[in-house]
């Protein structure tokens, strides 16, 4: 019997432990990942005044001022603030991409069926949208799309500022647990869509959450 307590209260620290342990993981995690968005935020923030203040008003204001190379030195100078992004761009009210930092001079690329070009041309949402993972247009990398609406002086949609983040720098992020075979990471988007779930052998990224957890 005294072995057998004993074992018990072994198992029972043990499974405490873990449970520390796991906590304490996900804390990390969940801070390194709420700092990396923020980062975003603060960008999109401001080259959103930056737009704003070189008076693209208009939508034909919006492509004239920013396709050129000085726009896409803007987006270049300010991506390298941002280690864990790969690309930045405009993008016109139609869905045109007026200038990005992975290539220039830009080739004609229409990205109008995109989610979150939708969502943004469809609703006067100020804060940040965040896509499931898609192909990057330019490049076909799985990439996580950080989105900001701009409007015009009478407060129409002239265009959105995107930020793009690899799907691999998430899957590095979470890799950590790659040890603790009975853990798993999800990343929400507020209405439950999964944006990345690690492991995820079935992908399940883009699911609604309840979804997602039944395949699980």
């Given at each position: ?108 690329t229409d ?35 950080f989105a ?64 997602a957890e039944?395949?699980?």
């Amino acid at each position: 019997l005294a072995i057998g307590l004993s074992i018990w209260w072994l198992r029972s620290d043990a499974v405490r432990e873990a449970q520390r342990y796991a906590n304490n993981l996900a804390a990390v995690l969940a801070e390194q990942t709420s700092h990396s968005v923020q980062a975003i935020d603060l960008l999109l923030n401001e080259l959103q005044e930056r737009v704003e203040a070189r008076g693209a008003g208009t939508p034909n204001d919006f492509r004239r001022l920013l396709q050129g190379e000085n726009a896409h030195q803007l987006l270049t100078e300010r991506l390298a603030r941002l280690s864990h992004a790969a690309t930045m761009t405009l993008t016109d009210k139609d869905g045109w991409m007026v200038n990005s930092t992975s290539l220039w001079p830009l080739p004609p690329t229409d990205i109008s069926d995109r989610e979150h070009f939708q969502h943004l041309r469809n609703n006067d949402d100020r804060g940040v949208y965040i896509s499931s993972p898609l192909s990057d247009r330019v490049k076909g990398i799985p990439t996580i799309f950080f989105a900001k609406r701009i409007n015009g002086a009478a407060n129409e949609f002239v265009g959105m500022i995107t930020i793009g983040v690899r799907l691999s720098y998430f899957e590095h992020i979470y890799g950590s647990i790659t040890s603790l075979g009975d853990l798993s990471f999800l990343f929400l988007r507020k209405d439950g869509t999964v944006i990345v779930r690690y492991p995820d052998a079935t992908d399940r990224a883009g699911m609604e959450r309840a979804l997602a957890e039944s395949q699980a």
